[in-house]
Antibody, heavy 114, light 112 residues
């Protein structure tokens, strides 16, 4: 069974950094397409980043390009999202999702506030 | 960026009746392989999203056949036949044909 468990969220101040993790089980993460999607409180879904299982190519939403970096670790079967220069509008629940969004984690909450 | 416009944004439905959600894109979503990469999701209150429909009309394994997707190009529809209480939630369309991928605003389905 595919399982995704996000961690690393928390309260940070504007301008600070945070790294989110997504631990995968039931499949080999490095050969799967993976995404990060976020949801601001009471708002809709926003796709923010993708990494290709086949090529490692990465894509980002304009709202996070240059500040966020998606990566993965085959030994740990985990996905990461390095978030730098955080802003208030980055507040929300961050989800990792596998293989064209077939599976989702439970999400981790990031709050950016002074 | 491709804009996905859903309508309606709120949809009160009587139990047992059908519901239809429209999603219109700002440009054609037909990919080079002929597919339109539109996905429909359901998000029940307090839960993570769940994929219902892939490639505009392919129902996910385990999703009730009350749910169906249709469309190609710029116009897409999610239909729920015989709405049940468990169908309450927010439904989103998303396009995966053009970078950056984009979601619709969401349609809240509630029982009258």
């Amino acid at each position: 069974e595919v399982q995704l468990v996000e961690s690393g969220g928390g309260l940070v101040q504007p301008g600070e950094a945070l790294r989110l993790s997504c631990a995968a089980s039931g499949f080999t993460l490095i050969t799967s397409d993976m995404n990060w999607v976020r949801q601001a409180p009471g708002k809709g879904l926003e796709w923010i980043s993708f990494i290709s299982g086949a090529t490692g190519a990465t894509y980002y939403a304009d709202s996070v390009k240059g500040r966020f970096t998606i990566s993965r670790d085959s030994a740990k079967n985990s996905l990461y999202l390095q978030m730098n220069s955080l802003r208030g509008e980055d507040t929300g629940v961050y989800y990792c999702s596998q293989d064209k969004f077939a599976a989702w984690g439970q999400g981790t909450l990031v709050t950016v506030s002074s | 960026d491709v804009v996905m416009t859903q309508s309606p944004l709120s949809l009160p439905v009587t139990l047992g009746q059908s519901a239809s959600i429209s999603c219109r894109s700002s440009e054609s979503l037909v990919y080079s392989d002929g597919n339109s990469y539109v996905i429909w999701f359901q998000q029940r209150p307090g839960q993570s999203p769940r994929r219902l429909i892939n490639k505009a009309s392919d129902r996910e394994f385990g999703v009730p056949d009350r749910f169906s997707g249709s469309g190609s190009g710029i116009d897409f529809t999610l239909k729920i036949s015989r709405v049940e209480a468990e169908d309450v939630g927010v439904y989103y369309c998303m396009q995966g044909s053009r970078w950056p991928w984009t979601f619709g605003q969401g349609t809240k389905v509630e029982i009258k």
